[in-house]
């Protein structure tokens, strides 16, 4: 009988952190519900999880009960130090029957009176996410189903964290993503211009981006990018491949003179990253434009009278493919009154388990010699993209009649 009741009282404890209310809680919630749980079921007094900050090789304070003063003062300990840093350094389980000053760093806990320790790694896969420990105020000498409950708790805390991180890092992304594309598009005489960008929601935030600047020479730089890859790293390199090209396009009077020069940049302190770039100058007449790409695909030219069409230039290799075969070309186009270059990134016309020319095909019947922000609208609409699986970023330039 006796081992009955421990029989059902364990499953008790395992239905208490497994059950399907959980997976319905946002990352916040779900910890601290967590921790109300094993505070319960282990009837300690204190119950904390610190997630490593990767970069810093430190434990950072991020949800309490009985330590809520960990995590206001935002207590951080490194790897390796004190009760939870050993915890980390050494991803096994550690008890500590009578706590003393040698054996925790963080002042509260002494402040506390926490008497008897026991903490988990929280391991997700073969990364460390963080650590998960609890405390009581009376001496106490935890048992293995003790460890065994802890470490169940460790697992879902440990999605929890994967989750709080991989939303943080997506957050950041986005912000960055969006301080450096432009929040409004300069005002060109000559031109109109008009432009989209709507985030990938299924796989997080890209390298897509776009960029218009006035040139001393009188000519304007249209600019439109991806990085590969998606989140914060594709950001950030983003942002330094589009300062790079605005500091070549102030002394390169060619677009693919102003390419070649971001290749190498990008090959030397890029490594790794591939990058597509469309770069377009529009003469200070507004009557011509010279166009380069990087691997980039051929933007959509709409006469006024005429069916729209890829435009007929030259595609080189993208930014960080390695050494060229041949000098990177520029291609120059008559632009004539009411004339649209529609640009735009590969989020827009591929989609999977089709190939991208049934993608392209919809696109050139759809971009029209109007106005600049009247075909952006348009474009936008037909392809559906309010959810798109990929980053979508669209550009639309015309020559006022």
Not at 357 to 384: H, S, Y
Request: hydrophobic share 45%; proline share 5%.
């Amino acid at each position: 009988m006796p081992r009955r009741i421990r029989n059902d009282e364990r499953l008790r404890r395992l239905q208490a952190v497994t059950d399907a209310t959980l997976s319905r809680l946002d990352v916040s919630d779900l910890l601290d519900e967590l921790l109300d749980r094993v505070r319960d079921l282990l009837d300690v007094d204190t119950a904390a999880i610190l997630l490593l900050d990767v970069h810093a090789q430190q434990l950072v304070a991020t949800a309490a009960k009985g330590l809520e003063d960990e995590v206001r003062t935002g207590f951080r300990v490194a790897v390796g130090r004190g009760f939870a840093g050993r915890i980390a350094a050494t991803r096994r389980p550690v008890r500590v029957d009578d706590v003393t000053a040698d054996d925790v760093v963080n002042p509260i806990l002494l402040e506390k009176g926490i008497r008897s320790l026991l903490g988990v790694p929280i391991v997700s896969g073969s990364e460390l996410v963080g650590v998960l420990h609890v405390g009581s105020l009376s001496r106490r000498v935890f048992g293995d189903d003790d460890v065994a409950l802890l470490e169940l708790v460790a697992d879902r805390a440990g999605v929890a964290g994967r989750i709080r991180s991989a939303k943080l890092d997506q957050q950041a992304a986005l912000a960055l993503q969006r301080s450096l594309l432009p929040a409004r598009l300069p005002e060109v005489s000559g031109i109109e211009l008009a432009a989209r960008y709507v985030p990938g929601h299924a796989t997080g935030v890209g390298g897509d981006w776009y960029d218009v600047f006035a040139l001393p020479t009188g000519w304007v730089g249209v600019v439109i990018g991806d990085v590969s890859g998606h989140g914060l790293a594709s950001a950030v390199v983003m942002g330094r491949i589009r300062s790079a090209l605005r500091a070549y396009a102030m002394i390169c009077d060619d677009p693919a003179q102003a390419l070649t020069l971001l290749d190498r940049k990008v090959q030397h302190f890029e490594a790794g990253s591939l990058t597509t770039a469309l770069y377009v100058m529009v003469s200070p007449e507004r009557d011509r434009l010279v166009i380069s790409s990087a691997g980039h695909l051929r933007p959509v030219l709409a006469e006024p009278g005429r069916a729209a069409a890829l435009a007929g230039i030259a595609v080189d290799p993208p930014l960080g493919a390695g050494r060229l075969r041949r000098p990177r070309r520029s291609t120059t186009l008559a632009l004539a009154p009411g004339t649209v270059l529609f640009c735009y990134t590969d989020g827009l016309v591929e989609q999977r388990q089709q190939v991208i020319d049934i993608g392209l095909g919809r696109l050139v019947e759809t971009v029209l010699a109007g106005p600049a922000d009247v075909v952006c609208a348009t474009v936008m609409a037909a392809a559906g993209v309010e959810q798109p699986t990929d980053d979508v970023a669209v550009l639309a330039l015309r020559r006022r009649p």
